[in-house]
Every structure is written in C-alpha cells, then in structure tokens.
C-alpha cells in the first residue's frame, strides 16, 4: 500500500512551547489529510481535515488557533500545537487520501509529551 | 450507542487457532476499513471493502451491507498476530471514518 510517513516519531517539550508534526505522503498525491489524536486505550479521534490549498475543517471542540494545520503541498501537512500544555500530551496521527471515497493510509503517529 | 461496534472488546488466543473480529455499524457507508495497531502505535490498513469478501495472507475480511456487518478472520493465528484490530467505517455522506473502539487481540505461543 500507500507510505505515509509522520516526523518527528516522538517529541518532548515544555509547557508553552509549540511543537510541529510533518505528515507526508511519500508515493502519491494526497488530496485529502487527516488529523487524529489518540489517547492511552481509547480510539482515534479525528481533529481536522485539510485539504490541498485550502483551510482546515475542524471537528467540534478542536480549537483552530490552538492545532495550526497547513496543507500547502499534495504531499505535505503539518500540525503545529501552540503553546502547549500537558494535557495535550497524547499521539498525534496523520492519514491521508487521494479523495473522497478513497483509501486513507494511516502514518506512524508522533507521540507527543509536554512537560 | 456508537455508530460502530466491535466485538469482543478483548481476545486471548492460542498460537494456531481461527479469529474472527466482528464489526457492526448503524449508519449508511460506502466502504469499511479494517485497521491494525500494534504497541508501538502505527496503524495499518488491512482492508478496505465495500461488498464481498477480500483476502490477504492469512487475513480475511468480509461484508454483509444487508445486515451491516463486517467479519476480520485471522487463520492459523501467530504471536506476530497480536495488536488492536479496529474497524473504521467511512460514511457515505462524506470521507471521515468512523472508529470501532478495537479489538486487543492476544495470541500466546
């Protein structure tokens, strides 16, 4: 399938810094990307959708100014979290797509841990 | 009620048996995803399936759109095998997925 890579793998950083998460789609064009946080035994849940060239779609309760997302390549998205707090410790996981109604192909995620 | 079920939540086999992962959604999709995560925490996709039946090595996968429902079958299961196994359905109003809260799957030697 697809490759879709994720960078940093894992990052440490202190309260009120900000952080940025690369995802790339390394064979294909992505249209689409996605946003996922996880946290510890739970599911995936989506934080927003991007699209080349365009802003954000963010999901309830995600705030946009807090997860700034850019998609401004078919092959590059990146999250930056601004200032960030130990709650927003979690693993942050990209995906991406060639379109509606294709298949997503997930990154290896970046575990985030702010202390 | 979530729009997509899985069960069993937790599954402890013994190396060699025969795994079946059920999955059951109550909204309208246009395909369905089966997900691997293993401890480290990258997601892969297994399958994506819209009708029928699909197979990959000792992975298969079926769909019932009638009655809403999906089957993961692991075959001669392997230590190799365990993760949390996640079904993801991708509505047909849109491209988001909808996330099965995933099946820990255990297989000892």
């Known amino acids: 399938g697809a490759v879709v890579s994720q960078h940093p793998s894992w990052v440490i950083c202190k309260s009120g810094t900000s952080v940025k998460i690369e995802c790339r789609s390394l064979?294909?064009?992505?249209?689409?990307m996605f946003w996922y946080r996880q946290f510890p035994k739970q599911s995936l849940m989506l934080m927003a959708t991007s699209n080349e060239g365009s802003k954000a779609t963010y999901e309830q309760g995600v705030e946009k100014d807090k997860f700034l997302i850019n998609h401004a390549s078919l092959t590059l998205s990146t999250l930056t979290v601004t200032s960030a707090h130990p709650e927003d410790s979690s693993f942050y996981i990209c995906?991406?797509?060639?379109?509606?109604?294709?298949?997503?192909?997930f990154g290896p995620g970046t575990r985030l841990t702010v202390t | 009620k979530n729009e997509v079920e899985q069960s069993p939540q937790n599954l402890t086999a013994q190396e060699g048996e025969f795994i079946t992962i059920n999955c059951s959604y109550s909204?309208?999709?246009?395909?369905l995803h089966w997900l691997q995560q293993h401890p480290g925490g990258g997601i892969v996709s297994l399958f994506m399936l819209s009708s029928g039946k699909k197979k990959h090595g000792r992975l298969i996968a079926t769909i019932n759109i009638q009655e809403k429902h999906s089957s993961l079958h692991i075959t001669a299961s392997h230590p190799r095998d365990s993760a949390v196994y996640i079904c993801a359905a991708l509505k047909s109003s849109g491209d988001k997925l909808t996330f099965g809260t995933g099946t820990r799957l255990a297989v000892r030697p």
């Open positions: 995906s991406a797509s060639g379109g509606a109604g294709y298949e997503q192909y």
């Open positions: 064979d294909f064009q992505a249209t689409t």
């Open positions: 909204v309208g999709i246009s395909a």
